[in-house]
């Protein structure tokens, strides 16, 4: 199947500096990219879909400005965190959909997820 | 928007037994229901799903049920194995490939 990659991982950061993380897809084109955050025992929250060439799509409640994505390329979306405060601590995982079979028949893979720790 | 809500929120089960988990959605053009499986610090994993004009899917061990009209879906797990042990979350989208939403969870637990 199709494979999603992230990097990195794991980051640990200062509050107050920036992160930014990179979702892959490395063997299909992914015009859409979903970003999903996921607090310990807790579930999945889209957080904005990213769309290649275009401004994101921000879910309510996630601040835009404090979150930034950039879908420069057909295999890349980054998301980055800035000025992070602990609170930001969290599981970021992406999703990219291959839409080789249409939107509606179109498969969705995630990538393996980066757990950014906030000090 | 879609709100999906998911029960049980913990289930534990004797290896050999079923489970089950049931999920309801609010919004009527949902047509795709996946459900994933996620292990500890993992990437969740499609383990099976289903599209609207489907009622029933059935995988070796794994079921998947969908009532349309009372807008509710169920994941069937038989023969359950200590390997099933992880968190199950259900998700509803309209289309396969656009965003989903998660039901809450569901920590199964298989006791050997």
């Known amino acids: 199947g199709a494979v999603v990659s992230q990097h990195p991982s794991r980051v640990i950061c200062k509050s107050g500096t920036s992160v930014k993380i990179e979702c892959r897809s490395l063997d299909f084109q992914a015009t859409t990219m979903f970003w999903y955050r996921q607090f310990p025992k807790q579930s999945l929250m889209l957080m904005a879909t990213s769309n290649e060439g275009s401004k994101a799509t921000y879910e309510q409640g996630v601040e835009k400005d404090k979150f930034l994505i950039n879908h420069a390329s057909l295999t890349l979306s980054t998301l980055t965190v800035t000025s992070a405060h602990p609170e930001d601590s969290s599981f970021y995982i992406c999703?990219?959909?291959?839409?080789?079979?249409?939107?509606?028949?179109?498969?969705?893979?995630f990538g393996p997820g980066t757990r950014l720790t906030v000090t | 928007g879609e709100n999906v809500e998911q029960h049980p929120s913990t289930l534990s089960v004797q290896e050999g037994d079923s489970a089950v988990i049931k999920c309801t959605y609010s919004d009527s053009a949902s047509n795709y229901f996946p459900w994933y499986k996620q292990e500890l610090g993992k990437r969740p994993q499609l383990i099976i799903d289903i599209r609207s004009n489907v009622g029933e899917k059935k995988d070796q061990r794994i079921a998947v049920t969908l009532n349309k009209t009372a807008k509710h879906f169920s994941l069937h797990i038989t023969e359950t194995q200590p390997e099933d042990s992880a968190v199950y979350f259900c998700?509803?989208?309209w289309g396969a490939g656009n965003k989903l939403t998660f039901g809450g969870g569901t920590r199964v637990l298989v006791k050997p």
């Open positions: 998700a509803a989208s």
């Open positions: 999703s990219a959909r291959d839409l080789a079979g249409g939107v509606v028949s179109a498969e969705q893979y």
